[in-house]
């Protein structure tokens, strides 16, 4: 019962829902214990002889209030009590929904996302069913059984009553015994499901590539195999659960055959009347459920007590970045400054940037360059302080960069990353993500900048076409220029474009940069790419090989001396000349 305890901070927080269910459930309880009593009292009169329509229809008035009292008590105790659970996993869904959006990209590096949303799913239901059934079934169980065991031993006979409950001790041990196995088998079952989860919103995700290489059958068939294993894991749990109702019946039936065996003795003897023993049975009738309940209540708080421990594990995880107490929560404006002697991923070995160092004027633009793997999308990420654990600092307008709130930092920084993430919904909508009150006027004029506007009016629905998940819907140069006409229409103080136009002819490109150049005069703009084109106008250019800079400069001071730079110039230079020849031969 130990998932209720750690449930208290909820049941407190909702205590007048809980205690009038609870005080409904009591009521309910006592209730149902008057028909019984009743029976055997209109038996006695039967076998008397003194049964007349006056005491009959005395009797069936009687049933019927308790009926209606039932029925309406019955309704209420549902509304307090699963009114509140229902509350409880809104609170709890958006605890995570929260946690997710502040969690730094290492968290999303050890999780998947299959098994994120299987917590905030599955989970979140079993405990759900904790705080309402669970509940339900624990008070009614208690007080039920309470009552009818009260009204049996005292107003009809305690030596019965005892005989009769023999078998309820064996019922308690069988009944702990499957809990406990059934948590263990759940959580195994849990984990199953959330490897299923993963596994459908990956294929989902890349159902393009795996149909470009004809992956659709080895893909289902991998999907079979993991889908079967949930089953055999949700099978196991069901072999257990499936024990408690025929433990349960056979130690009731055994019950049922002590109290007609020993109470048709005792009226015999005349310690009972037939309408007593009658009662007796009822009684023992009504204890069915509390038994049932009581097997019940193990399967749902062992269900409850694992989700409650994977969600609170969850939502445990701590944030690698962290906010000072007296953080400045003023977008920075100034100088760039690097100064950075060494960075590791979080549980990687190899160094990914070292003795990176370099000034960037406000309104400069610097090329970030070099060959994949070199480090310049990690040099971008620290400045958006994705990762903290770096030796060194960055200063951005005179104060390191941790000095700063998250959201006053990344506020001064429009990101246009590589995996260019568009959201299902329109090409309005998702030009205005970060500012959704902007003008229409304002959309169309980023989206003029990033030489995309041309292409939606060519769109079935113009700016209110949905782009569709992740924006399948479209190639990836147009999800490349939105991408930059969202980061755009805030008019950040700085800008970055990590290879954003990579997806773009050369003409595009050019014309892209030629915008940029011209609206953003005075704000700085940081571009990394591995066209060297997309540089070459910029003030400043760092080459980084092996997350160290390698060449610095101008664009003309780097072709000008020996250097990767310059052998890529040179080659890139010849692919355009071969390329352009190859078009003029085919007009």
């Given at each position: 019962?130990?998932?209720?305890?750690?449930?208290?901070?909820?049941?407190?927080?909702?205590?007048?829902?809980?205690?009038?269910?609870?005080?409904?459930?009591?009521?309910?309880?006592?209730?149902?214990?008057?028909?019984?009593?009743?029976?055997?009292?209109?038996?006695?009169?039967?076998?008397?002889?003194?049964?007349?329509?006056?005491?009959?229809v005395r009797w069936l008035a009687v049933l019927a209030?308790?009926?209606?009292?039932?029925?309406?008590?019955?309704?209420?105790?549902?509304?307090?009590?699963?009114?509140?659970?229902?509350?409880?996993?809104?609170?709890?869904?958006?605890?995570?929904?929260?946690?997710?959006?502040?969690?730094?990209?290492?968290?999303?590096?050890?999780k998947r996302i299959g098994d994120l949303m299987a917590?905030?799913?599955?989970?979140?239901?079993?405990?759900?069913?904790?705080?309402?059934?669970?509940?339900?079934?624990?008070?009614?169980?208690?007080?039920?059984?309470?009552?009818?065991?009260?009204?049996?031993?005292?107003?009809?006979?305690?030596?019965?009553?005892?005989?009769?409950?023999?078998?309820?001790?064996?019922?308690?041990?069988?009944?702990?015994?499957?809990?406990?196995?059934?948590?263990?088998?759940?959580?195994?079952?849990?984990?199953?499901?959330?490897?299923?989860?993963?596994?459908?919103?990956?294929?989902?995700?890349?159902?393009?590539?795996?149909?470009?290489?004809?992956?659709?059958?080895?893909?289902?068939?991998?999907?079979?195999?993991?889908?079967?294993?949930?089953?055999?894991?949700n099978i196991a749990v069901a072999k257990i659960d499936?024990?408690?109702?025929?433990?349960?019946?056979?130690?009731?039936?055994?019950?049922?055959?002590?109290?007609?065996?020993?109470?048709?003795?005792?009226?015999?003897?005349?310690?009972?009347?037939?309408?007593?023993?009658?009662?007796?049975?009822?009684?023992?009738?009504?204890?069915?459920?509390?038994?049932?309940?009581?097997?019940?209540?193990?399967?749902?708080?062992?269900?409850?007590?694992?989700?409650?421990?994977?969600?609170?594990?969850?939502?445990?995880?701590?944030?690698?970045?962290?906010?000072?107490?007296?953080?400045?929560?003023?977008?920075?404006?100034?100088?760039?400054?690097?100064?950075?002697?060494?960075?590791?991923?979080?549980?990687?070995?190899?160094?990914?940037?070292?003795?990176?160092?370099?000034?960037?004027?406000?309104?400069?633009?610097?090329?970030?360059?070099?060959?994949?793997?070199?480090?310049?999308?990690?040099?971008?990420?620290?400045?958006?302080?994705?990762?903290?654990?770096?030796?060194?600092?960055?200063?951005?307008?005179?104060?390191?960069?941790?000095?700063?709130?998250?959201?006053?930092?990344?506020?001064?920084?429009?990101?246009?990353?590589?995996?260019?993430?568009?959201?299902?919904?329109?090409?309005?909508?998702?030009?205005?993500?970060?500012?959704?009150?902007?003008?229409?006027?304002?959309?169309?004029?980023?989206?003029?900048?990033?030489?995309?506007?041309?292409?939606?009016?060519?769109?079935?629905?113009?700016?209110?076409?949905?782009?569709?998940?992740?924006?399948?819907?479209?190639?990836?140069?147009?999800?490349?220029?939105?991408?930059?006409?969202?980061?755009?229409?805030?008019?950040?103080?700085?800008?970055?474009?990590?290879?954003?136009?990579?997806?773009?002819?050369?003409?595009?490109?050019?014309?892209?940069?030629?915008?940029?150049?011209?609206?953003?005069?005075?704000?700085?703009?940081?571009?990394?790419?591995?066209?060297?084109?997309?540089?070459?106008?910029?003030?400043?250019?760092?080459?980084?090989?092996?997350?160290?800079?390698?060449?610095?400069?101008?664009?003309?001071?780097?072709?000008?001396?020996?250097?990767?730079?310059?052998?890529?110039?040179?080659?890139?230079?010849?692919?355009?000349?071969?390329?352009?020849?190859?078009?003029?031969?085919?007009?």
């Amino acid at each position: 019962m130990r998932v209720f305890r750690d449930l208290f901070w909820f049941f407190r927080q909702e205590k007048k829902a809980y205690m009038t269910g609870v005080l409904l459930l009591v009521v309910v309880a006592f209730f149902e214990t008057v028909p019984p009593k009743v029976i055997g009292i209109l038996v006695d009169h039967m076998k008397n002889g003194t049964m007349t329509r006056g005491v009959l229809v005395r009797w069936l008035a009687v049933l019927a209030v308790v009926a209606a009292a039932l029925y309406g008590l019955r309704y209420a105790w549902r509304i307090c009590i699963f009114g509140a659970a229902v509350k409880l996993t809104r609170q709890l869904r958006n605890e995570l929904y929260e946690h997710f959006t502040k969690m730094s990209p290492s968290f999303y590096q050890r999780k998947r996302i299959g098994d994120l949303m299987a917590h905030a799913t599955n989970d979140l239901q079993a405990i759900q069913q904790t705080a309402g059934s669970g509940i339900l079934t624990l008070v009614d169980s208690l007080t039920l059984g309470g009552f009818v065991l009260a009204t049996m031993a005292v107003s009809i006979s305690w030596k019965l009553t005892v005989i009769s409950l023999l078998p309820l001790p064996v019922m308690a041990v069988a009944t702990s015994r499957y809990g406990t196995i059934l948590h263990r088998r759940f959580v195994t079952a849990q984990a199953a499901f959330s490897s299923l989860n993963d596994k459908v919103q990956e294929s989902i995700s890349g159902v393009r590539v795996i149909k470009a290489f004809g992956y659709e059958k080895q893909d289902v068939e991998a999907f079979r195999r993991q889908s079967e294993d949930v089953v055999a894991k949700n099978i196991a749990v069901a072999k257990i659960d499936a024990l408690f109702d025929p433990t349960i019946g056979f130690l009731v039936g055994l019950s049922f055959f002590l109290a007609v065996a020993f109470g048709s003795e005792m009226v015999l003897t005349g310690e009972l009347t037939i309408g007593e023993l009658v009662s007796f049975t009822t009684y023992l009738g009504l204890l069915i459920w509390p038994m049932l309940a009581f097997g019940w209540l193990f399967n749902i708080v062992e269900r409850g007590r694992a989700s409650y421990d994977r969600v609170r594990a969850l939502l445990a995880e701590q944030d690698e970045i962290h906010e000072a107490p007296d953080a400045i929560d003023v977008p920075p404006r100034g100088d760039i400054e690097y100064d950075i002697k060494r960075f590791v991923y979080p549980g990687e070995m190899r160094t990914a940037l070292s003795d990176i160092r370099f000034r960037l004027k406000s309104g400069a633009t610097l090329g970030v360059v070099g060959k994949t793997g070199a480090g310049k999308t990690t040099l971008l990420r620290l400045l958006l302080r994705e990762f903290d654990g770096y030796d060194g600092e960055i200063r951005f307008g005179g104060h390191d960069i941790r000095s700063y709130t998250l959201s006053a930092l990344r506020s001064a920084i429009g990101y246009v990353p590589q995996d260019h993430f568009l959201f299902s919904a329109s090409v309005r909508d998702n030009i205005a993500f970060a500012q959704p009150e902007a003008e229409e006027k304002e959309i169309v004029r980023a989206a003029q900048l990033a030489h995309i506007h041309e292409d939606i009016l060519q769109f079935p629905d113009g700016y209110a076409t949905v782009v569709g998940e992740r924006g399948v819907s479209l190639s990836g140069g147009q999800k490349q220029r939105l991408s930059i006409a969202r980061a755009l229409l805030t008019n950040p103080e700085v800008l970055i474009l990590d290879d954003a136009l990579s997806a773009v002819d050369a003409k595009t490109e050019a014309r892209i940069l030629a915008a940029l150049k011209q609206e953003r005069r005075g704000k700085t703009t940081i571009i990394a790419a591995h066209r060297l084109s997309a540089v070459e106008h910029a003030d400043w250019i760092v080459v980084l090989d092996g997350g160290r800079i390698v060449q610095a400069g101008t664009h003309e001071k780097l072709v000008a001396e020996d250097g990767w730079y310059r052998d890529m110039h040179q080659r890139q230079q010849l692919e355009a000349f071969v390329e352009g020849s190859q078009i003029g031969g085919m007009a």
